[in-house]
């Protein structure tokens, strides 16, 4: 198990900016050393280049005491200026719609709670579905403590209305159907006496899904997670038969509190639309923009109809911030070179971590000719996955047995680091937000060869050449746009840059006709739509429709982003396939052995003649690195009819894959046998070429693995000889051979 672990409180920074590291001394250590350290280098398997480091001097290297800190895993309504029942003494009705996702984990589950946490019995009351999904009304006023349950349990994934109505000495609770099945009563409802007043809850705070705890500071520590959606919760005076309101917005007028969730569906805003300003917040990114007990596809997008879409759905595993304490910051010192660096901190009892962050050059002076791109939002998008020991296919995907790590069996026994957008909730229903803010235990070197590490080759590479670099990174990219690419000749994508914002390829394509020279080192890239949100920095949302490689498909109605109303998914379905950038797009995978590519016609073209310069005609490129080849993992192809340019060269094609490679989803209409590598022809990896506007062009490779394959035979191979090639024509300003310029 892993005894040191911390996080970042930003993934980039700039000279004269700060960083602030936080730690978790897991395993108990009264301290820790810290030291700052550039990497280039994070594949420590036996047959990769080795773990490659540079100390950093800095004025953070040093010892710190150690400690564990807190998680509050859960996401949760908070109200501050919650409802005073010291001023209704008439009494005072609950109600709430509910549709609860996951009974079978036999705990209690509050729906809302009012309580003090700072006094002996906790005086106020909550409103919970127990371990058996048993609605329940607590009342409390020390030394006093009462709870009346409802016989009848709620159902999974049906809607329910339950109401409490509390006047004098007497509490009458309700529960009905919103629609019940044949023979299926629908209304069941309870009363009995309490023998002590009702407890003033004059200054407490509200909660919603989940009830109040300790509070440390401004951090927030909760309870009795409710998993499931809640809709229209609201207080309103005494209401004297409970049982026999039909709906809820019968209830709505004159309400003390009434929190409707279709207001403020793209932020973490709670309305009160009682006109009492009781409004909120919300904590740890419960799932906006879902439909809620009216929803009869009215509507497809919540911006349309953002009545039908008054609902929240909150999980027990939803997280967003841990908001640890800072133990050090860091200000970039003016001199320090745009890299990969990271925080390593590690204790007496063996514990060791890799804090990453990343070093964006200075906005004025002198830029490299080459900037690397770190996929920081792919980073998010896989971040403290799950899915490969909790899916029931990846064995089978694989073509092997899962072998799990430390990382992988920690995070599998911790699920409170949060789960990845791969995942599933403990609920069932899949992730769609993921933040920077905790420790992320995949992107870490001597880990896993896969996105960071993965990248972490070119930067191995760039290093071993003594090319100039600076490293720049999908999250500025987002905030700066074109601007950020400018200054550059070329632009390097890495192994696996797959998740992006309308403005990244706005980007993109702008810098393309700018003179701007692109390469893409890798496979199934500019993929998934991605949305951010500028309150919420350090976060990602994807929303998985109906196509595409997924690990759960989200229901209908809920495919459109809270963040910013667009619809999510791939980008292929969204009008801007990755082949009218890149010249070839995803078509398959698979993760058994890799293979090779060989050379096409199209490769001895003139205009292509610098690309293989030292290759020989009849090579096989790439025919080593992991799992045997350059070609494997996941495989892009051209594709005219998606836009991979009618000039396109297609240079080499991969060969040789096995029947575990099978086409993606989206490029079949229908089941049929035969998707595999061994009988379709287009399960293979195709390396591109093209040019674009004003002098630009692009190099795209198709493969995943094609970076861990520069390395081989101390970078003297020919993979690294064509990657080579191409970039020093791509730095180098001469215009290009053409099409028309022959």
């Known amino acids: 198990m892993l005894k040191i672990v911390g996080y970042t409180d930003r993934p980039s920074v700039r000279p004269g900016e700060s960083v602030a590291f936080k730690v978790s001394c897991e395993g108990g250590a009264l301290e820790y050393d810290a030291e700052i350290v550039r990497l280039i280098c994070g594949d420590d398997s036996p047959h990769g280049p080795g ?38 003494y008439g009494g005072f009705t609950l109600a709430v719609l509910i549709q609860p996702t996951w009974l079978t984990k036999k705990d209690d589950q509050t729906l809302l709670a009012c309580r003090a946490i700072d006094v002996t019995g906790r005086p106020g009351w909550s409103l919970l579905l127990d371990s058996a999904a048993r609605p329940v009304f607590e009342l409390s006023n020390e030394p006093h403590e009462f709870s009346i349950i409802l016989d009848r349990a709620v159902p999974e994934k049906r809607w329910s209305l339950i109401i409490v109505a509390v006047a004098g000495s007497s509490v009458t609770i309700s529960h009905r159907l919103l629609k019940p099945l044949p023979n299926e009563e629908a209304v069941s409802s309870k009363a009995a006496p309490f023998p002590f007043a009702i407890p003033q809850t004059r200054g407490l705070p509200v909660t919603i899904a989940a009830e109040l705890a300790s509070v440390q500071g401004e951090r927030l520590f909760t309870t009795r997670h409710y998993d499931g959606k809640i809709e229209s919760p609201l207080i309103r005076p005494w209401i004297n038969d409970p049982q026999s309101v039909g709906t809820i917005d019968s209830l709505f007028a004159g309400c003390y509190a009434r929190w409707d969730f279709s207001q403020s569906i793209g932020n973490q805003d709670i309305v009160d639309a009682s006109g009492h300003g009781r409004h909120g917040r919300l904590v740890n990114l419960p799932t906006r923009a879902v439909t809620g007990h009216n929803w009869k596809s009215q509507a497809l997008r919540w911006s349309d109809r953002p009545d039908l879409y008054g609902a929240i759905h909150f999980h027990c595993d939803d997280l967003h911030d841990m908001q640890w304490e800072t133990d050090f910051s860091w200000t970039i010192p003016a001199d320090l070179k745009s890299g990969v660096y990271a925080a390593r901190v590690s204790c007496a009892d063996g514990g060791e971590d890799y804090l990453p962050f990343f070093v964006l050059p200075a906005k004025s002076g002198v830029k ?181 490689t997924r690990c759960f498909e989200l229901p209908p109605g809920e495919r459109f982003h809270s963040f910013d109303g667009a619809f999510g998914g791939l980008w292929r379905s969204n009008g801007r396939a990755p082949q009218a950038l890149v010249g070839v797009g995803f078509v398959a995978e698979g993760f058994d052995e890799n293979s090779h590519f060989v050379r096409t016609e199209q490769s001895f073209d003139p205009r292509a003649a610098f690309i293989f310069e030292g290759v020989g005609r009849d090579e096989k490129i790439g025919d080593f690195g992991v799992l045997g080849g350059a070609a494997g993992y996941e495989l892009d192809a051209a594709d005219p009819e998606l836009g991979s340019p009618e000039h396109a060269l297609v240079l080499a094609r991969s060969v040789g894959h096995s029947n575990v490679f099978l086409l993606t989803p989206e490029e079949m209409l229908a089941g049929f046998p035969g998707a595999d590598a061994i009988e379709h022809p287009k399960v293979r990896a195709e390396m591109v070429y093209f040019e674009t506007g004003a002098d630009g062009a692009v190099f795209s490779t198709g493969s995943i693995t094609w970076a861990a394959s520069l390395s081989h035979n101390g970078y003297d191979n020919n993979v690294a000889r064509i990657t080579g090639n191409v970039l020093r024509r791509f730095i180098n300003p001469r215009p290009l051979l053409t099409s028309t310029s022959r």
């Open 368 to 548: 490299a000719p080459v900037a690397f791109l770190a996929s920081t939002f792919t980073f998010l998008a896989y971040a403290n996955s799950h899915h490969g020991y909790e899916d029931a296919l990846s064995e089978v995907c694989y073509g092997a047995l899962l072998e799990l790590g430390p990382t992988e069996q920690f995070l599998k026994e911790r699920r409170d680091f949060g789960i990845s957008l791969y995942d599933r909730h403990r609920d069932g229903s899949g992730g769609v937000y993921s933040s920077w803010h905790r420790p992320i235990l995949n992107t870490r070197p001597k880990r896993a060869l896969w996105n960071f590490n993965a990248d972490l080759h070119v930067v191995d590479w760039l290093t071993a050449i003594g090319q100039k670099f600076d490293i720049i990174t999908d999250d500025a990219l987002h905030a700066e746009g074109e601007a950020l690419l400018r200054d550059y000749a070329c632009v390097i994508a890495g192994s696996h840059p797959e998740y992006h914002t309308a403005r990244m390829l706005d980007a993109f394509e702008d810098y393309l006709q700018k003179r701007g020279r692109l390469m893409y080192l890798g496979g199934n890239g500019f993929y998934w739509r991605v949305a951010t949100h500028t309150d919420l920095p350090g976060v990602i949302e994807v929303r998985r429709g109906e196509a595409g």
């Open 51 to 88: 773990f490659k480091a540079e100390s950093v001097t800095a004025s953070v290297n040093g010892r710190y005491p150690g400690r564990q800190q807190r998680i509050n895993i859960g996401s949760f309504g908070y109200v501050e200026r919650g409802f005073v029942t010291h001023d209704h």
